[in-house]
């Protein structure tokens, strides 16, 4: 069904104020998909927080002008789904992985983020860099360690006098 003039320009400028704001994109291409296996995609990038949509590629570069996304409209060609990460950097590429190794007819074939192009080989890299939850658990280890390291030296001499003790003890016992 074609769009007429007014939906056409609702859709650049809801792609366009999601790639504003977005951390990271993915463009994946979805030729062979199943409708059903479509839906799938769409509600667990949904759950993840991520903006998936499939937008014509006219459409896609009039509305990726003038973001930090506007390096990949050179590569935007045949059928794509975007996937933008909204909340995390990973989130986008998280959930194309994750699809695509049940599914082996989504392809990568664009990867952005901070206004450079990557590889679609680097589809893992920016899959497993750590969601905001875990980034904060990383940082909070980093600042707790050298309390808990303090600690544990500090504790030493004493466990060591009652290790002493209780062998000395055991030793007499035995004897």
Known sequence: MALRLEDKKALVAEVKTVAESAHSAVAAEYRGLTVGQMTALRKEAREKGVYLRVVKNTLARLALEGTDFEC?????????????????????????????????????????????????????????????????????????APASQLVRTLNEPAAQLARLLAARRDQLEAA
Do not use: C, H, W
Request: charged share 25%.
């Open 72 to 144: 990949m409209k050179d590569g935007l060609k045949g059928p794509l789904v975007l996937a933008f990460s909204v909340e995390d950097p990973g989130s986008a590429a998280r959930v194309v992985k994750a699809f695509a190794k049940d599914n082996d007819k989504l392809v990568t074939r664009i990867v952005a983020i901070g206004g450079q192009v990557y590889p679609a080989t680097d589809l893992e890299r920016l899959a497993s860099l750590p969601t905001l939850d875990q980034a904060r658990a990383m940082l909070l280890g980093v600042f707790q």
